[in-house]
């Protein structure tokens, strides 16, 4: 167990991420395709959350609220040096102060950035588990380190990872002849731009509670995919995964943190073995800034050839991406996707820090590179003198995934563009960006958006009917908050001619069948189709039992109104519970999510368009309205498809004007890490928001013809408000957050240049 005791699990998550996002398992047969049904009456409107009462009444059980009987709750040890040998451990006085029942070392030899787990305490009350830690001694051997990117990329700076260098390439991409592009070019230009460490910070903090009978494990876990913890469980204490059971009922919030296994769920396992009790962890919010995963910077330099008429004909990027430990975020996909530039050259560079390591953090790598690129075409168009929209009309394409010649599954993006245009008034922009006179300045600005949510085949689900008529849909998927029970419910009710509410559904237990973890927008589009197919076969059964009753063929009888009925003779109709009498036991259909044709690429599509005002003497943005376009194939319930969206735009303002992770290089410490410091959007930063959706039905994608949409809304929103920001001011905001500094700062170079 030694070597992965610490639980400071091995990550490289953004590579592990980005196979899952576009894994499209060819060993998957793909689906057979169901006909596009426009006669859905359920699937497609507005559903309210089947549990939303249970959640806002306080009923729905978080990890957090779970009390187990004799349950102990643990606390960590963590390294308050970035870099430090640890010479000795000695847990005798804490094992002595009385409550507490266990104290153990975690099996660090080198501390590698503040915050790593060191030791860990199992107490009666979490009170004295913080006292018990103040009793452990640890001597530290501090070493040389560094924590912010400036001084990793330093020459003879000190090393991050012992035998590797700071700065490392981990991404190398051409396309076509970048050279012969530029001098193609009417135009070239050339900027750069920076994005900060963002750091997660859900309502509900991270935590688990581990309890063993004899050699199995259960936990509980504050977790965005229970599967994938379970399995992390059992590599971490080197057990059988049959024997690990992981359960998560509900939880409050999870962006990418959340998706693997944690070092302090590992902590809570071994101190619940040690003692004999269930053990409960709950992350401060100080831990979660510290531990727990982050966003990783980046600071970008594109340049760019352009010829008047628009077209582009050639883009580079350099990228220095900073995900501490970890090899940081892969920011090009944009630039490499979106537009169809014949040539491309993208270089991507790791900086690694003594901090701790990146988790994926919604829409990795698109966030930062959709600030930047897109930001950076606006200063193109702005160079020839054309309208920024125009300009991306003429270089993307419906048919082919940017210049790869891959063919788009299908793509609404021109839609997404019509709308949103339409909406905002594009017209009545600024023609002359920074036109306005008087303090306060509008400006209107727009950005686009792409990434993947193609869904995860080989995900499973049940549909079990009982010989009363009630009906359960059973999953080993998860809800972390985004609707995945009223969805589930919704297709079975709408596929059995019920009523949502009736539907009893199952999740959040990894003794439910298999099904990805609820990350990369793959949720909807995985467990989805799987309900369907499974609910389909549990018709088709349904209609064989009912036609010799309406005396009819099966293909004649149609599920309604909780009933079964003659498609040509809605009076012939036999009672759904009746029907399902006839089963005498229970009866399960299996299904699963089909798999993806191979030779399509599939991706989803947005444009966002947004309206600012900036306060030129204070430096303070406004955003008055954003109009979110999105082509995310059948949306499945409008409600929750809404809500996402209002979150995603939520979070994206608060990117664009508030949040970065500061630390000080000199004591090695993060000087934010608590929600005072690190500022976040409220209530009063969120405008008008105005959801709006492009129906198209993806042919190919799934038996729904479903895509994700849970990045999708995070994507484009910050490119957007520093569009609208130059629209308004005249001069190009190139990093994130745009504070009131930096606004200053940009309209004294706009003085500087008259
Ligand atoms: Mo999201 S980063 O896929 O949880």
Redesign the pocket.
Known sequence: MSGQRNGSIKSSSGRI?RKM?TDTRPEVPAASQEKADPDFTIIGKHTPRIDGSKIVTGKAPYTQDIVLKDMLYGRILRSPHPKAEITSIDLTRARRHPGVKAAIKLGVEKARYTGEQIAAVAAVDEKTCSEALRLIRVDYRPLPYAVTEEKAKEKGSPQVHDGKPNVFKFNDQKRGDIQAGFSEADTVAEHTYRTPVEIHHPAETHSSIAKWNGDRLTVWDST?GIHSVRDGLAQALQMPISKVKVIKHYMGG??????FLSGHTVAAALLAKETGRPVKILLSRKENSLCVGNRPSSLQTYKGGIKKNGTLTALSLVNYTCGGLDEGDRCAEPVWDLYKCPNLDVKEYAVYTNTGPQ??????GHVQGTFAFEGFLDELAARIGMDPLELRKRNYTTKNQGGTGIPYSSKGLDRCYEIGAGEIGWHKRNHTPGEGTGIFRKGMGMATQIWWGAGVPGTLADVKIYPDGSVDVISGTQD?GCGTRTFMAMVVAETLGLNPKDITVKIGNTDYPWAI??????TTPSVAPAVRHAANKAADRLKEMAAKELKIPAEDIILKDNSLLDRNDPGNAVDFKKTAAGFRRETVFHGERLGLPQGYAYNSFGAHFVEVEVDTGTGRIRVLKVVAVHESGRIMNKQTAESQILGGVTQGISTALFEQRILDEETGTLVNPNLRDYKIATAVDIPEIMPIFVDLVDPRINNLGTKGL??PPRIPIAAAIGNAVYNAIGVHVREIPMTPDKILAALKRREGRK
């Open positions: 991420y996002v965005q999870g962006f990418g943190s959340k998706l988790r994926p953090t919604r829409a990795p972390i973890l609820s990350g990369g927008s793959l849970g990045e």
